[in-house]
């Protein structure tokens, strides 16, 4: 029996809600699959346990985490806490402390889903995000507070390691996909310093795989070429906030932000990847029931690929598609069906495989 160790951390809003309906859908397929066990710890680490213990991950926390396979992540942010403290409190700690460079966003308009685009049918894309360095990197301060000089500065930071590491990865994944095609996405006409270094170091890697077709596009370009003519974009690679954008914009074309997913991978498996839905917590609908679970099924299947797991993430996908295409749909999709309705549709399906 294969057994994998799984830190659940859902946080914060509809972050509970998704994990747990996440966890179910992962239950039901470990036992009809049998060769495989989760041993699942949950982690209360939280805004709410921040306002009561001041910290979000307390003393030897990421030590803790790095004994698990991997990391599988709610939503982090409440109004009680502001959102630049609780995600360098609890998201980016994990991210960048496991070195986590490659964040993960396939697109997709699921079968029975409506895209808000016309055309919306060929978006089939997945955006790859630098994760460790950029425009996050934490770097930048604030003088002179409150007077008129005062100053506040936000420094993007690349290197060329952390640069040449995810065009690699990114060409890597390009070239196992159908149209084996990437589009590098900077802004080297404004910034002429990192963003010229990546377009620079880009090319040379391109070097390296002949058989993947390349393009360049600028980031605000880009927005149009999405909605205008999603058919001729596949990979695209992309600094930290430029695909943060980007992927929220690709989560809304295939349908609504309730089913995009997110792979945050430590490639080379030194430290644990964690997983997550592309979505934050949701205050708008928390406590409701009708979360739409999708986005965290989904990534649920990326962590079991992750894990080695692969029938059991198409089966996983498999059943998603077919509960989409039967119009089992939250409110967020226009439908009426409730968080619960969607999990046990899933669960039955998988129960009723072959
Ligand atoms: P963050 O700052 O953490 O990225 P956000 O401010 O971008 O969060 P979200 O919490 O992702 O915002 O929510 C944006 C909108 O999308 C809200 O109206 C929310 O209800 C909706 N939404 C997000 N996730 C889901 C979901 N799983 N199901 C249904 N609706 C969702
Ligand atoms: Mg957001």
Redesign the pocket.
Known sequence: MRVHKIAAIPAD??GPE?IAAGLEVLEALASHDGGFKLEVENFPWSSEYYLEHGHYIPEGGLEKLKTFDAIFFG???SQQVP?HVSLWGLRLPIAQGFDQYANIRPARVLPGVNSPLKGGEDIDWVIVRENSEGEYAGHGGRAHKGLPIEVGTETAVFTRAGVERIHRFAFELAQKRPAKHLTLVTKSNAQRFGMVMWDEIFYEVAADYPDVKVDRELVDAVTTRMVLKPKTLDVVVATNLHADILS?LAAALSG???IGPTANLNPDRRFPSMFE?I???????TGKG????V?TFWTAAMMLEHLGEDAAARRLMQAVEAVTADKIH???LGGKATTADVTRAVCDFIRAST
């Open positions: 809003g509809i998704v939503a982090v942010g959102d929220d609504s932000l309730g839905p979505h934050g917590s949701a205050f708008d609908i009708v979360a739409n679970p986005a939250t409110p967020d």
